[in-house]
């Protein structure tokens, strides 16, 4: 049986890769704050200020649902959004919650893939297309995507504790098609937003065959415009380039 861990596979975006890769007869593990019931497992995050007490509880559950089995792919799409620059009350507040939705959870994936993910395995973490560029508006939120892009290249390398044959990529979403994010924003434009439909669909075809993967270390933007998503895919300090050249 083939393995999926989701982190963050409680919201909007998890809820929807578990319910893809059930569909397809995998076996899912959902690693949240909550559970999700159509997992085959979920893990709880215990709230604690405490990264490596997070970290350890984490892998130890793993490590006991798992059984000595690895899994064929980690998505992690756990994360959040907070605006504010240098100036708000809340700056520093806004930048801790940022550093522990996005860093926090994606280290700890990529801690998880080191040792329970297939040596041709799939690592996706998530950062964000406007966190390629300075975002003065939400600091805080763009510190923590850009280090999630880092990590990512990071992760490619050959001395990074990864498999040499595993491929680790970042999706870059603009913005995605969430009931909350309708809910607070009911006049945008929504044929500009990212379906979660397409985007679990994806990461299962990267999953399923590796052929269809980009390259390791890829940082992929999910382009969104009359309802049709490109993937344009790049790496920090290079152009990027369309996915129909992979």
Avoid at 96 to 112: C, E, F, G, P
């Amino acid at each position: 049986m083939r393995r999926v861990l989701v982190y963050g596979g409680r919201g909007a975006l998890g809820s929807k890769i578990v319910e893809t890769f059930k569909q397809q007869k995998w076996w899912a593990c959902c690693v949240d704050i909550a559970a999700n019931e159509h997992a085959d497992v979920s893990i709880i995050v215990r709230d604690t200020n405490d990264w490596q007490e997070q970290a350890k509880q984490v892998e130890v559950d793993v490590e006991k649902a798992l059984n000595n089995e690895k899994v064929d792919a980690i998505l992690c799409v756990a994360g959040g959004w907070s605006g504010g620059n240098a100036a708000a009350k809340d700056f520093v507040q806004s930048c801790d919650r940022m550093w522990k939705q996005s860093v926090w959870t994606s280290v700890i994936a990529a801690n998880l893939a080191a040792t329970f993910l297939k040596e041709d395995g799939l690592l996706q973490l998530t950062g964000a297309k406007a966190c390629l560029e300075p975002t003065p508006t939400m600091i805080g939120y763009g510190m923590a995507k850009a280090a999630v892009h880092h990590l990512v290249q990071s992760l490619r390398s050959k001395r990074s504790g990864l498999h040499s044959h595993s491929t680790t990529v970042a999706i870059l979403p603009v913005t995605l098609d969430t009931p909350m994010n309708r809910q607070s924003m009911p006049k945008a434009d929504f044929g500009t937003w990212t379906p979660l439909e397409f985007v679990a669909k994806q990461l299962f075809e990267w999953a399923d065959e590796k052929e269809k993967r980009p390259a390791t270390g890829s940082l992929v933007e999910l382009i969104t415009k009359n309802g049709q998503t490109d993937l344009v895919i790049g790496q920090l300090n290079h152009p990027p380039t369309p996915m129909t050249n992979y």
